[in-house]
């Protein structure tokens, strides 16, 4: 009763909905995986729209958004405790005081995008914000009113209930909400969601949360590796949020991780305070060569071929039947690491010219295999193009 007249639809809109179950459908988002940043691994719950602003600030006075990296997303901890009297979410007040719609409004106005996070259960993993089960249509056109362009929607307090059906029915719920919204599941890799998210979610984590050390971190890489076939362009693997930054590893592992991380076509989730990072991390997340890895149109998760003890190689199709290559020594010591082309997808006979990603150095007419000596936990990474 008290709705306001709907307004009439454009007929290629009626079309659209009306052909095919909201079921099966799906955004045009995440041809390649998507790139951004995220509160958690750096600020957890203390966030507010000052830190959020300057945040924004720093993607584009740092150079990061001319790179590709668009999302600004808030973790858990953005909103009220209790919905307002319409049963609506709403920012918290002491944090947020403008509002999220005034936050999407500047964010936007930097030529990026603003991301939230929710819950499929009863209240999120902090328990301070309510979840959307039972919520989700609501939920979905607030955010579409903010303006908001992603959300992350993680997996706590969820009532037993199937994840397939919660997680879908918040897609619907987006898909109806005539915003385009990246959907970012946070199952955890629980009941295997590469399996069936795809259909209609833009990435979904296939791991439990990700820690600032070593172990966490390629023990994420390993998990992920696995589910390599049901990635490509609109949906994606998740290991979780990148670390690089925040000072629990090496230099030359968080140069690892993001190489990895690249070359598995994991979305590039800055998770430093980018407003404050030092020279070596800015050096690795705003190498241009591994980003073009992560973002190659041909979408193929590159994943681990050849492994001797500690001693891996890595390696994935590119488009232009280049070949994009990790050697990666995860043991104690300096070691050498051969990678041939029979474990690699190149011909044996095969002629290429090698770019060190890392060194920016072109070897031509290499033939058969390749070979590099690195430190312990060091990796080195190539774009092999065939002649
Ligand atoms: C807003 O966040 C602060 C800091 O976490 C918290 O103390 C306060 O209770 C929150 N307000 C509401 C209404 O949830
Ligand atoms: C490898 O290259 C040779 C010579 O160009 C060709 O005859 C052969 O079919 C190729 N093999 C594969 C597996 O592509
Ligand atoms: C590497 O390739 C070269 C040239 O094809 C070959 O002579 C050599 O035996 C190979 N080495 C290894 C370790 O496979």
């Given at each position: 009763?008290?709705?306001?007249?709907?307004?009439?639809?454009?007929?290629?809109?009626l079309?659209?909905?009306?052909?095919s179950?909201?079921?099966?459908?799906?955004?045009?988002?995440?041809?390649?995986?998507?790139?951004?940043?995220?509160?958690?691994?750096?600020?957890?719950?203390?966030?507010?729209?000052?830190?959020?602003?300057?945040?924004a600030d720093?993607?584009?006075?740092?150079?990061?958004?001319k790179?590709?990296?668009?999302?600004i997303?808030?973790?858990?901890?953005?909103?009220?405790?209790?919905?307002?009297?319409?049963?609506?979410?709403?920012?918290?007040?002491?944090?947020?005081?403008?509002?999220?719609?005034?936050?999407?409004d500047?964010?936007?106005?930097?030529?990026?995008?603003?991301?939230?996070?929710?819950?499929?259960?009863l209240?999120?993993?902090?328990?301070?914000?309510?979840?959307?089960?039972?919520?989700?249509?609501?939920?979905?056109?607030?955010?579409?009113?903010?303006?908001?362009?992603?959300?992350?929607?993680?997996?706590?307090?969820?009532?037993?209930?199937?994840?397939?059906?919660?997680?879908?029915?918040?897609?619907?719920?987006?898909?109806?909400?005539?915003?385009?919204?990246?959907?970012?599941?946070?199952?955890?890799?629980?009941?295997?969601?590469?399996?069936?998210?795809?259909?209609?979610?833009?990435?979904?984590?296939?791991?439990?949360?990700?820690?600032?050390?070593?172990?966490?971190m390629?023990?994420?890489?390993?998990?992920?590796?696995?589910?390599?076939?049901?990635?490509?362009?609109?949906?994606?693997?998740?290991?979780?949020?990148?670390?690089?930054?925040?000072?629990?590893?090496?230099?030359?592992?968080?140069?690892?991780?993001?190489?990895?991380?690249?070359?598995?076509?994991?979305p590039?989730?800055?998770?430093?305070?980018i407003?404050?990072?030092s020279?070596?991390?800015?050096?690795?997340?705003?190498?241009?060569?591994?980003?073009?890895?992560?973002?190659d149109?041909?979408?193929?998760?590159?994943?681990?071929?050849?492994?001797?003890?500690?001693?891996?190689?890595?390696?994935?199709?590119?488009?232009?039947?280049?070949?994009?290559?990790?050697?990666?020594?995860?043991?104690?010591?300096?070691?050498?690491?051969?990678a041939?082309?029979?474990?690699?997808?190149?011909?044996?006979?095969?002629?290429?010219?090698?770019?060190?990603l890392?060194?920016?150095?072109?070897?031509?007419?290499?033939?058969?295999?390749?070979?590099?000596?690195?430190?312990?936990?060091?990796?080195?990474?190539?774009?092999?193009?065939?002649k």
């Amino acid at each position: 009763m008290a709705r306001a007249a709907a307004p009439l639809l454009p007929f290629f809109f009626l079309l659209l909905s009306s052909t095919s179950p909201a079921a099966a459908q799906k955004n045009l988002l995440g041809r390649t995986p998507q790139m951004g940043w995220n509160s958690w691994n750096h600020f957890g719950c203390k966030i507010d729209e000052v830190i959020i602003r300057k945040i924004a600030d720093a993607m584009v006075d740092t150079g990061l958004a001319k790179l590709g990296y668009e999302y600004i997303n808030l973790d858990d901890c953005w909103a009220s405790h209790d919905r307002d009297s319409q049963g609506n979410l709403a920012a918290n007040g002491t944090a947020f005081p403008s509002g999220m719609r005034a936050l999407a409004d500047y964010v936007h106005g930097k030529g990026l995008k603003l991301g939230l996070y929710g819950d499929a259960g009863l209240r999120t993993c902090s328990r301070l914000q309510p979840g959307s089960l039972g919520y989700e249509d609501q939920d979905a056109r607030t955010l579409a009113a903010w303006g908001i362009d992603y959300l992350k929607y993680d997996n706590c307090n969820n009532q037993n209930i199937s994840p397939l059906t919660r997680y879908n029915r918040m897609s619907e719920a987006l898909m109806n909400s005539g915003r385009d919204v990246f959907l970012s599941l946070c199952e955890w890799g629980v009941d295997d969601p590469a399996t069936w998210a795809g259909s209609f979610a833009n990435s979904w984590r296939t791991t439990e949360d990700i820690k600032n050390t070593w172990e966490s971190m390629t023990d994420n890489a390993d998990k992920n590796d696995k589910w390599a076939p049901y990635a490509g362009p609109g949906g994606w693997n998740d290991p979780d949020m990148l670390e690089v930054g925040n000072g629990g590893m090496t230099i030359e592992e968080y140069r690892s991780h993001f190489s990895i991380w690249a070359l598995v076509k994991a979305p590039l989730i800055l998770g430093c305070d980018i407003s404050s990072m030092s020279a070596e991390t800015k050096e690795i997340i705003t190498n241009q060569n591994v980003i073009a890895v992560n973002q190659d149109k041909l979408g193929v998760q590159g994943r681990k071929v050849q492994q001797d003890g500690d001693l891996e190689v890595w390696a994935g199709r590119l488009s232009r039947g280049r070949v994009a290559l990790v050697l990666w020594n995860r043991g104690p010591a300096e070691a050498s690491i051969t990678a041939s082309w029979s474990n690699i997808g190149l011909n044996q006979s095969a002629v290429v010219d090698a770019h060190d990603l890392w060194t920016d150095e072109v070897t031509s007419s290499m033939q058969g295999n390749l070979t590099n000596k690195m430190d312990s936990h060091a990796c080195k990474m190539y774009v092999l193009t065939p002649k």
